[in-house]
């Protein structure tokens, strides 16, 4: 028994996944992890951020608000003294840990594998994004991520390639019930930070949990250490196809934690507040330039 919990503990260790978020969402979970690199005389900041794979890394970012001043209080943090001392541990995880052993899945495997790995899981997350848009009367969302789970298992055999994207140009929609909730005008709670995962609050953790039980791994005949190494396996391939984007945005930064925090809570917060146009007879769905079935759901 004890054996089998030590197997488990390491495998989640070297997956960076934690229990409640195990199986959230392939292309939406983001992981940033703040880190600091030694020099000759004093420490860098480093923040690091994993995004769909597909994707270039930093093109997840490009539309969202800058974090602004750090000072600035977007989410509440009563347990900052216990969260700063996770924020340090998962630094240390990262920067000895969880991007040496990315970088040496990267020298093994060439940037187009890499690719399609990161599509299966994406692939693998459409039930999520699905459900929550339904939750949320997203119908274009909905019908995107519908579409997109169709053409991507058929012409994109299983996944590994994504013909909705390149050709139609229907990205995935970056649907979690944490935003659910949100849309239903339920506060964060109080912000988060998860051992190994990173930034979260109390309401997207308990979305993380949620969504896991749409994860189509659960319902596999898969051992406990088999699904928590194929989830290694997508994690580290995230990392692999980072380019350390965040180095360069927070190496300035005074308090990495406050520029994560606040960066954290307006992503989000532009995520929960989008707006849809649910009046189905009106509005561009009918238009002609769209009736090709490739742009049916339009560009993301």
């Not at 934690?18 to 020099?39: C, M, R």
């Not at 909905?142 to 994207?165: C, K, M, Q, S, W």
Request: glycine share 8%.
């Amino acid at each position: 028994m004890f054996q089998r919990f030590a197997i488990i503990v390491l495998l989640l260790a070297l997956a960076g996944v934690a229990p409640v978020s195990a199986a959230f969402a392939g292309d939406d979970a983001i992981v940033v992890i703040a880190a600091y690199t030694p020099t000759d005389s004093v420490d860098q900041p480093v923040v690091v951020a994993a995004s769909a794979p597909q994707d270039d890394f930093a093109a997840g970012f490009d539309d969202d608000p800058a974090p602004g001043d750090a000072s600035e209080v977007l989410i509440a943090d009563p347990l900052e003294p216990l969260n700063r001392g996770v924020f340090w541990v998962n630094d240390k995880l990262y920067f000895y840990l969880f991007k040496p052993v990315a970088r040496g899945y990267r020298a093994v495997l060439p940037h187009p594998v890499r690719v399609s790995v990161g599509n299966v899981f994406s692939n693998l997350g459409a039930p999520v994004r699905i459900g929550n848009s339904l939750l949320q009367f997203k119908i274009e969302d909905l019908g995107a991520e519908v579409y997109r789970f169709f053409i991507n298992t058929t012409f994109g055999v299983g996944g590994l390639f994504d013909p909705a994207a390149k050709f139609g140009g229907v990205k995935p929609r970056q649907e979690d019930f944490g935003q659910t909730l949100g849309y239903y005008h339920l506060d964060h709670g109080c912000y988060l930070v998860l051992p190994i995962v990173g930034p979260s609050s109390l309401r997207d953790a308990t979305g993380s949990f949620v969504d896991s039980f749409a994860d189509p791994l659960r319902y596999t005949n898969l051992e406990t250490e088999e699904y928590f190494a194929i989830k290694m396996v997508d994690m580290t391939n995230r990392l692999s196809l980072d380019r350390d984007t965040y180095e360069g945005i927070v190496r300035d930064s005074l308090d990495p934690y406050l520029f994560i925090r606040a960066a954290y809570a307006q992503r989000r917060q532009a995520q929960v507040g989008k707006t849809y146009n649910m009046n189905l007879l009106e509005g561009p769905l009918f238009d002609g330039d769209r009736l090709d079935p490739f742009n049916l759901f339009g560009q993301n």
